[in-house]
């Protein structure tokens, strides 16, 4: 089980807006870490998506965004996308493990 | 352009042992801090361990004393050895570099090692 929380799949239409939860605890996301989150499409090496809570790197388009509030983070997509259709893992820092920690990862389904 | 590449994954039998390598280009690995970081198959991420550009290392428990990462300056390559290897060892290996701010800002393709009889 991961220290990190995540629903184990999602879906939705295309246009649509769907978020994807991630819940910690004290010693991670409470405690002030900063919550990165990572897209993988099928078959391939995950991405940066956002990183620092709530920032883009350059190319990811602004349908994705990211906010965090007390233990939990969550990652938002808007104008939902066939392409969008990958995994999305969450990932934090835990003081009491001394280490990077991630979600177990959560399978996004465009219907 | 920042580029990593993983070799030397394969099939091992239990209790075995294997050399994972990551040869980086576009970036100096020495400078950086690296990890390996592996996914079972069906599951999610997992972090293995950590070279800071200082030189110092870390581990998950799961794989203390059983695996050491290090690096090559002279190859600009990062290297896992993995030993008294366990079926539950059974992953894609990850290269990734760290940025300022404790995310994984580049990853390699991945290598799979398999521990199986």
């Known amino acids: 089980q991961s220290v990190l929380t995540q629903p184990p799949s999602v879906s939705g239409a295309p246009g649509q807006r769907v978020t994807i939860s991630c819940t910690g605890s004290?010693?991670?996301?409470?405690?002030?870490?900063?919550v990165h989150w990572y897209q993988q499409l099928p078959g391939t090496a995950p991405k940066l998506l956002i990183y620092?809570?709530?920032n883009r790197p350059s190319g990811v388009p602004d349908r994705f965004s990211g906010s965090k509030s007390g233990t939990s983070a969550s990652l938002a997509i808007t104008g939902l996308q066939a392409e969008d259709e990958a995994d999305y893992h969450c990932?934090?820092?835990?003081?009491?493990?001394?280490?990077?920690?991630f979600g177990g990862g959560t399978k996004l389904t465009v219907l | 352009e920042v580029q990593l590449v993983e070799s030397g994954g394969g099939l091992v039998q239990p209790g075995g042992s294997l050399r994972v390598s990551c040869a980086a280009s576009?970036?100096?690995?020495?400078?950086?801090?690296m990890s390996w970081v592996r996914q079972a198959p069906g599951k999610g991420l997992e972090w293995v361990s950590v070279?800071?550009?200082?030189?110092?290392?870390y581990y998950a428990d799961f794989v203390k004393g059983r695996f050491t990462i290090s690096r090559d300056n002279s190859q600009n390559t990062l290297y896992l050895q993995m030993k008294s290897l366990r079926p539950e060892d059974t992953a894609v290996y990850y290269c990734?570099?760290?940025?300022?701010?404790?995310?994984?800002?580049?990853w390699g393709q991945g290598t799979l090692v398999t521990v199986s009889s």
């Open positions: 990734v570099s760290h940025a300022n701010g404790g995310y994984y800002d580049s």
């Open positions: 576009g970036f100096t690995v020495s400078s950086n801090y």
């Open positions: 070279i800071y550009s200082g030189g110092n290392t």
């Open positions: 004290s010693s991670n996301i409470g405690a002030g870490y900063a």
């Open positions: 620092g809570n709530d």
């Open positions: 990932q934090s820092f835990d003081s009491s493990l001394s280490e990077e920690v």
